[in-house]
């Protein structure tokens, strides 16, 4: 068994806790089996909860009730764990059902925790649930692993009543009778109003622990960005499916008859099936005289062969017959289709850019050196999911210029970059850098972002939150060719990580979603971008991979109307995004002539910023004399930002030469901090020699820049360290 780090499964019981509840809503905590019997409280203040769990985790199961407890009840153990707590919470205590729980256990004995295999099976079928639910029009659910099996979450906002009670034994029934299988069952009785559930982030124990049926950590595994209620009107119509599939079950159909399954699949033999580079299995379908591109699970899909089938018979093709189908087509596409290479909004091919539109006719933008031109059939296979919105139909005789009159980047040295950077977004294939704006209160940032991202990306959801878990913000940078982040505070260093790999390409690795051993490779180049009131960017390889604007803050007499400011934008656009390409189409025609002597960090970006100043009209050399400009002004921050940084430009003042071991200038350090009132209680500080070592690398180009240069050397048992200035 293997736990966490205490901060990180801290954080993922807090992070359940507050999910699974409203603010000030009520739970009952209960830990059986402790040295001190039956151990739990009333709980409305995660803080205090984690504190009770704390000593119990890994030691005793951790539960907690899904639905809110009366208030009052917290009067028994007021945020407190106490031995042998009577008596316990009943139905009657429960306000109002919330979650709608469908629980999938692996079939084994009694007292046992589950095998690998086992998990996987019970896993498996909460995805096939899930998308067959959601294919009738159920939201998505939160999915979790309890340890033993899997979880589906639906939030179904019921009152507390017998009529509620029955329709969740039905819809439970429904559940058991089409999915319970001879290695995994639905839970029939996890109807109760008092239902407990694990509390995730806490472990799984169930009998003792073995090599093949280890205790697991339960945690919760996706979590849709909008949680949506079950509307009651497909609650009872699955309820009422228990009637008539146990009929249909007993009407089977002649061997020799065409099945409901055949036909989807007879149907469906018009599409191309093939898979991508991480074996996600699609469907390329002609729709209208041009090709449209779906994954095998996707809604579109479903709907597309509901479609066909109703065309075909009249009549709508049963849940079991989809099911059976989609998983025919979906080994066709993974061991007898092609294997294709997906690109989300830009690609580049047969010495061409191309740009997808994501408009309904799936229409894109071929660029080549000075010409632009729409297609309705491009060569190259363009992805797209909710989040995608349809670019303006471009205009190639506007004036990229006039974003300008819209976002108020200060300083026309930073204009010109910011124009320059936007258009770079539109080229494939090359490292960018993250776009941080920065300003005032009244500056406009969110605005100014979501018009950036609309030129480049639009999305139904343009500025996102900064998800809380590594994996949460792998798939959103995966999702999304221009992820923006909206009101950014400070960046924990693995996340400041992951963005520097977004940014100049790379690949995270996560374990797909409904298996234990399968990993899937998340593989991603983007244009990232983030805003607050403060540079968030503080880690040093982040701060020497991203562009800085300032923004000027509007005035209480230049302020307009929301509506109008985006009427004019949305006025403005077709000329905007038109003349971004066309400018690309100019600029392709020059960068391949470029010889720069000097090329920063980002040397592609580089020089592609000098090739597209040049068809701007501002000129190559102002953008680098503008690139540079920012670059100094990014480094200025990470040695203000850093403690070690700005405790050895400090020293350094008072001499032009130290020497000595790396102990000694650990000491010397935390004496200059001290004078100059550096904070050393943050984490970066470095509490011992080998630490500060590890902080001296990290900084090492950014201290260059200022003319600070050190050298390490060993001696005997000790590493000398030298510091001049250049």
């Known amino acids: 068994m293997e736990i966490d780090e205490p901060d990180q499964t801290q954080a993922h019981i807090a992070y359940a806790f507050r999910l699974l509840r409203n603010a000030d809503e009520v739970a009952e905590l209960r830990m059986p089996g402790t040295k001190k019997g039956h151990v739990g409280g009333y709980f409305n203040n995660y803080e205090a909860l984690l504190d009770a769990v704390e000593a119990h985790n890994g030691v005793a199961n951790v539960l907690v009730t899904l639905n809110p407890v009366n208030p009052a009840l917290l009067a028994r153990a007021n945020n407190k764990?106490?031995?042998?707590?009577?008596?316990?919470?009943?139905?009657?205590?429960?306000?109002?059902?919330?979650?709608?729980?469908?629980?999938?256990?692996?079939?084994?004995?009694?007292?046992?925790?589950?095998?690998?295999?086992?998990?996987?099976?019970?896993?498996?079928?909460?995805?096939?649930?899930?998308?067959?639910?959601?294919?009738?029009?159920?939201?998505?659910?939160?999915?979790?692993?309890?340890?033993?099996?899997?979880?589906?979450?639906?939030?179904?906002?019921?009152?507390?009543?017998?009529?509620?009670?029955?329709?969740?034994?039905?819809?439970?029934?429904?559940?058991?009778?089409?999915?319970?299988?001879?290695?995994?069952?639905?839970?029939?009785t996890a109807f109760r109003a008092a239902q407990f559930v694990r509390l995730y982030g806490t472990v799984a124990i169930t009998g003792d622990e073995t090599e093949d049926r280890p205790h697991r950590v339960s945690q919760i595994l996706q979590c849709p960005a909008e949680i949506q209620a079950v509307?009651?009107?497909?609650?009872?119509?699955?309820?009422?499916?228990?009637?008539?599939?146990?009929?249909?079950?007993?009407?089977?159909?002649?061997?020799?008859?065409?099945?409901?399954?055949?036909?989807?699949?007879?149907?469906?033999?018009?599409?191309?099936?093939?898979?991508?580079?991480?074996?996600?299995?699609?469907?390329?379908?002609?729709?209208?005289?041009?090709?449209?591109?779906?994954?095998?699970?996707?809604k579109s899909f479903g709907l597309w062969l509901t479609k066909r089938y109703f065309e075909e018979t009249r009549k709508a093709p049963g849940t079991d017959a989809m099911r059976q189908a989609r998983s025919v087509m979906e080994m066709k596409a993974l061991f007898e289709g092609e294997q294709r290479k997906l690109h989300l909004r830009v690609a580049e091919f047969g010495g061409a850019m191309y740009y997808d539109l994501a408009d309904k006719d799936w229409r894109a933008v071929k660029i080549l050196p000075h010409q632009c031109e729409l297609l309705t059939r491009p060569p190259v296979l363009f992805f797209r999911n909710k989040n995608s919105k349809a670019q303006v139909e471009p205009d190639f005789d506007g004036d990229v210029r006039l974003l300008l009159n819209h976002v108020r980047v200060k300083g026309n040295h930073n204009q010109l970059l910011y124009l320059v950077y936007l258009i770079s977004c539109f080229v494939p294939g090359i490292p960018h850098p993250v776009m941080v704006l920065c300003g005032e209160k009244g500056a406009a940032k969110t605005t100014a972002m979501r018009m950036s991202r609309a030129i480049v990306d639009p999305a139904m959801r343009d500025v996102l939150i900064m998800p809380n878990s590594m994996q949460d913000l792998a798939l959103t940078i995966a999702n999304n060719y221009m992820p923006c982040f909206d009101n950014m505070g400070g960046l924990s260093s693995d996340k400041s990580d992951l963005l520097c790999t977004a940014s100049t390409g790379g690949s995270f690795s996560k374990r797909m979603l409904f298996t234990d051993d399968d990993e899937t490779i998340l593989s991603f180049l983007r244009c990232l971008g983030m805003n607050g009131i403060n540079i968030a960017v503080t880690k040093p390889d982040l701060l020497d991979r991203s562009i800085i604007f300032e923004?000027?803050?509007?005035?209480?007499?230049?302020?307009?109307?929301?509506?109008?400011?985006?009427?004019?934008?949305?006025?403005?656009?077709?000329?905007?995004?038109?003349?971004?390409?066309?400018?690309?189409?100019?600029?392709m025609a020059i960068y391949p002539t470029l010889e720069l002597e000097k090329l920063g960090r980002m040397a592609d970006f580089t020089r592609w910023g000098y090739a597209i100043a040049e068809a701007v009209g501002y000129g190559?050399?102002?953008?680098?004399?503008?690139?540079?400009?920012?670059?100094?002004?990014?480094?200025?921050?990470?040695?203000?930002?850093?403690?070690?940084?700005?405790?050895?430009?400090?020293?350094?003042?008072?001499?032009?030469?130290?020497?000595?071991?790396?102990?000694?200038?650990?000491?010397?350090?935390?004496?200059?901090?001290?004078?100059?009132?550096?904070?050393?209680?943050?984490?970066?500080?470095?509490?011992?020699?080998?630490i500060l070592s590890r902080r001296l690398n990290e900084i090492k180009s950014n201290l260059k820049q200022t003319g600070?240069?050190?050298?390490?050397?060993?001696?005997?048992?000790?590493?000398?360290?030298?510091?001049?200035?250049?």
């Open 81 to 188: 764990a106490i031995p042998r707590l009577k008596p316990t919470v009943s139905d009657a205590d429960i306000l109002q059902r919330n979650w709608l729980l469908v629980n999938i256990n692996p079939v084994r004995p009694a007292g046992i925790s589950s095998t690998d295999e086992e998990q996987e099976a019970a896993l498996a079928m909460a995805s096939q649930i899930s998308d067959d639910l959601t294919e009738t029009g159920w939201p998505e659910p939160v999915v979790a692993d309890s340890g033993n099996g899997a979880h589906l979450l639906y939030y179904i906002d019921l009152p507390n009543n017998d009529q509620s009670t029955t329709l969740i034994k039905e819809v439970l029934a429904v559940l058991d009778q089409r999915y319970s299988s001879e290695m995994v069952r639905i839970d029939t």
């Open 708 to 726: 600070i240069v050190f050298d390490k050397r060993s001696s005997g048992e000790a590493k000398i360290i030298t510091i001049t200035k250049e």
């Open 620 to 690: 190559g050399d102002a953008f680098l004399e503008a690139y540079w400009s920012n670059q100094h002004r990014a480094n200025d921050e990470v040695i203000t930002s850093h403690p070690v940084a700005s405790a050895i430009v400090a020293l350094m003042k008072a001499t032009d030469a130290w020497k000595g071991s790396v102990d000694e200038l650990l000491g010397v350090l935390e004496a200059v901090a001290e004078q100059e009132r550096i904070d050393t209680h943050v984490s970066v500080w470095p509490k011992a020699a080998h």
């Open 231 to 298: 509307a009651h009107k497909l609650l009872t119509e699955l309820a009422a499916n228990s009637y008539e599939e146990a009929e249909q079950a007993a009407d089977a159909k002649p061997a020799d008859e065409e099945t409901q399954a055949d036909i989807l699949l007879r149907l469906a033999d018009e599409a191309t099936y093939f898979k991508d580079e991480i074996d996600e299995a699609y469907a390329a379908v002609t729709v209208d005289n041009h090709t449209e591109l779906w994954k095998l699970k996707s």
């Open 551 to 587: 923004l000027e803050r509007i005035g209480e007499e230049e302020r307009k109307e929301e509506k109008r400011v985006w009427g004019e934008f949305t006025e403005d656009k077709p000329a905007i995004v038109g003349g971004a390409l066309t400018v690309l189409s100019k600029a």
